[in-house]
């Protein structure tokens, strides 16, 4: 019988959001599927923790995944985790997973933290629908496209942003969205979180005056509930 393939969330900042059905699955597989092994480790360790690793990160090539599904169909059972949140989000995960479902392996949900969902929770937005759309291109006509629908479509949007690109991307977001509130979500769960809310204008005039640090996930919407 072939093996079972768990997408296991991890903890996006605070080591105390991890499950208790998390840190059992980690215990028991095979071994673990992770995208960085230097940052797993410490986590791993924390929690006493000892298991093989494997490195599948975002440039890994197809034959690297078609190792790690063999050892699946040879019925080791394997976890995937992320630096940091849910598997799949933003993440290299979502090949591995895909080429695990078409040779038949099953792949179960191990639920937890997720950078998205954290800000999501908190940003007292409607939330039917919303819309998360990842790391936006470093194209400027890309990124202008998306803002464009942004704009367009009905409903919360969410996306990550990095620190180096923050305070520019502040001013190129203002041609499209000066009329919705924003929920900013700096190092969430972490020591330094900062959570900024409310107008567009206000919420950029705070940003411009705080230091640059950590990702940042991002929440619009026309209103609020």
């Not at 933003?90 to 078409?102: E, K, N, Q, T, Y």
């Not at 991307?169 to 900024?196: M, N």
């Amino acid at each position: 019988m072939p093996g079972i393939l768990y997408i296991v969330a991890t903890p996006i900042g605070n080591l105390e959001d991890i499950t208790l059905r998390a840190l059992r699955i980690l215990k028991e597989v095979d071994a673990i599927i992770t995208e960085d092994t230097r940052h797993s480790r410490g986590l791993l360790s924390h929690f006493g923790i000892q298991k093989k690793l494997v490195s599948y990160f975002e440039y890994s090539k197809q034959k690297k995944a078609e190792a790690i599904v063999g050892h699946l169909e040879a019925g080791e059972n394997l976890a995937l985790i992320t630096d940091a949140g849910t598997p799949g989000i933003s993440d290299p995960g979502a090949r591995l997973v895909a080429l695990a479902r078409s040779r038949g392996i099953d792949v179960v949900p191990i639920p937890g933290p997720s950078a998205v969902t954290a800000a999501i929770s908190v940003c007292g937005f409607p939330t039917d629908p919303f819309h998360f759309w990842g790391f936006l291109p470093p194209s400027n006509n890309k990124r202008r496209k998306i803002y464009e629908k942004m704009a367009a479509i009905e409903g919360t949007h969410s996306f990550y942003e990095s620190p180096h690109k923050i305070l520019k991307r502040v001013d190129e977001w203002a041609a499209y969205f000066s009329d919705f509130y924003i929920l900013v979500g700096r190092e969430l769960t972490k020591k330094f979180e900062t959570i900024h809310w409310g107008p567009f204008s206000e919420v950029c005039e705070q940003l411009k005056s705080t230091e640059a640090r950590g990702e940042y996930t991002i929440v619009l919407s026309r209103r609020t509930m």
